[in-house]
Each structure stands twice: as C-alpha cells, then as structure tokens.
C-alpha cells in the first residue's frame, strides 16, 4: 500500500486554467503539506494542515487555495494557472509532536503551457 | 530561525570512493536533522535521521551521518560510492515552533563509473 499518494501524477495545461491536485495517506498522521518544487530542485513549503486546520501558509499567491477534508486528504486547487506555476508539487504528511519525520508522495509535475 | 546550508551543489565521485555531502545547520535551540534522498523522478526518501540521541546515526542505503553540535555541522557520508547512489540529496532541520522542516538547496551526487 503506498503511504503518501498524489493524484495526477502529470498535468499539462494551458494558461488561465484551473486545476486540482488531489493528495491522500494512510499513514494515520495529522499533519500534511503542500511544497513546491523548482526547476532547479529547490524545496519550497506552501501550506500545512494540522486536523484540518491550516497552521502554515506561506507566502503563496491567492490563486492556491488547499483544502483539507478530513486529515487524511489534502487537495490543490489552483486558479488562473500561470506558466510561473509549473513545477513539481509534492505532498508530504506527519504525525505533530514526533521529531518531524515526514513522508513524501511522488509528486506531480505540473507544466503550464 | 533554523537555517540549512548544503556545500556544493553537485557532488561527483567515482564507483567505490568515499561520498562525504557536507551540511551546516543554525538552529537556536537543540535540532532534530535529516537527510532525505530524491531519485529521479521520484519523492523524497528518508535516509537517516538525528533526534538528539546516538551521534553517528546510521541510515538506510549504507549511509551514516555524525551530529557534531561544536561544528554545527551533519555531513551524510558513505564509505563506497555504488552507481544507484546517483540522486539528489537533502539536508533538512525541524523547526518544532513553527511545525515543519527547513531544507537546504540539495546536492546532486553524480557516480561516475
């Protein structure tokens, strides 16, 4: 069973678009994160939820909006998708309080076109 | 505020020598560390982690890594290169006040037969 999974993995799309990155675990944590990843690999974290509440967000524009369900998903929507946008977008989950070991999902690369 | 450096962005050694990836930390308060490994086209894996107990931590892969707090420094080592080593590598600190990891820019391991 895959711990931390993300659906699409890939997603093509044009300018002005709109899309949803949907990302689930079943590792019974409390705590997911969005982070973005560029071309040159550098790690960026965009938002966090803790039980559904959200406890980081990070310089983001307004056109991310995540949501979180129940604590076990947390989906991606973009809005208005620019070609800054493109990269790789990767969920990661963990447990609050642990020593912050998290695991990560495959990741989906977006490319804005 | 926690802080990671990664020195050198690409690191290359042959199949068999000893791989040393070098990481510094600034952390105000006692850190927990990581390591992580990204493959091509892949999520991040955890390698090893240091959570103020044994200071040689041993990881997964055949890689270890020591906590040297008078360095400030936890350098990612193994004594023989193999060709699946070549990946992207992480260095990453925990900020608890904030609930969530700092990652430095990564290192790219490159094996050369």
């Known amino acids: 069973d895959t711990a931390v999974s993300q659906t699409p993995k890939y997603l093509v799309t044009q300018m002005g678009n709109d899309k949803s990155i949907k990302c689930e675990q079943n590792?019974?944590?409390?705590?997911m994160y969005w982070y973005k990843q560029d071309s040159k690999k550098f790690l960026k974290i965009m938002f966090s939820?803790?039980?559904?509440?959200?406890?980081i967000n990070e310089t983001v524009p307004n056109r991310f909006s995540p949501k979180s369900p129940d604590k076990a998903h947390l989906n991606l929507h973009i809005n208005s998708l620019e070609l800054g946008d493109s990269a790789v977008y990767f969920c990661?989950?963990?447990?609050?309080?642990?020593?912050?070991?998290?695991?990560f999902g495959p990741g989906t690369r977006l490319t804005v076109t | 505020a926690q802080s990671v450096t990664q020195l050198g962005s690409h690191v290359s050694v042959s199949e068999g020598a000893l791989v040393l990836l070098r990481c510094n930390y600034s952390?105000?308060?006692?850190?927990?560390l990581f390591w992580y490994v990204q493959y091509p086209n892949q999520g991040l894996q955890l390698l090893l982690k240091y959570t103020s107990a044994a200071t040689l931590v041993k990881g997964i892969n055949g890689f270890e890594a020591e906590f040297k707090k008078s360095e400030t420094s936890f350098h990612l080592t193994k004594p023989s290169a193999h060709m699946s080593d070549a990946a992207e590598y992480f260095c990453?600190?925990?900020?608890?006040?904030?609930?969530?990891?700092?990652f430095g820019q990564g290192t790219r391991l490159t094996i050369n037969p």
């Open positions: 990661a989950s963990m447990m609050r309080g642990s020593p912050h070991e998290q695991y």
């Open positions: 590792l019974g944590h409390d705590t």
């Open positions: 952390s105000s308060v006692p850190p927990y």
């Open positions: 990453a600190v925990s900020d608890l006040r904030a609930q969530k990891l700092v």
């Open positions: 939820y803790n039980n559904k509440e959200l406890i």
